[in-house]
Structures are given as C-alpha cells and as structure tokens.
C-alpha cells in the first residue's frame, strides 16, 4: 500500500468515526460525504499505486 493510499485511509476512517460520534441520526453530514471522498480517493490510489506488467505473449 502506497503512502497516499494509507493516509486516504486513515482519513476515511477518522472522518467515518467523526459522523458516527456527532449524529445518532442518519443524516449525511459533512463527515460523511468527506468519508465517501476519501474513500473513493483510497481505490483510486490502490489502483494507481499498482504495478501490473501485461504480458501479450500467452506461454
């Protein structure tokens, strides 16, 4: 894992724990619409942060 992608992580995580801590209701706040950012942003940053080498050549 890549060091963007851990701290996407991170992010969506501490901001997740933000809206559960803030709202007992289940309302989109900005935490929660900043989790779904960084979460989005972590699998993107997954699949950039991977290095896969296509061989065209079937053996």
Do not use: E, N, Y
């Not at 890549?2 to 989109?28: E, M, P, R, T």
Request: net charge positive.
């Amino acid at each position: 894992m890549s060091k963007s992608a851990a701290g996407f992580f991170v992010l969506a995580l501490l901001s997740g724990i933000l809206h559960l801590s803030l709202v007992q209701d289940s309302i989109v706040t900005l935490p929660l619409i900043a989790c779904g950012v960084f979460s989005a942003l972590f699998v993107l940053a997954l699949v950039a942060g991977r290095k896969i080498k296509f061989d065209p050549v079937l053996r």
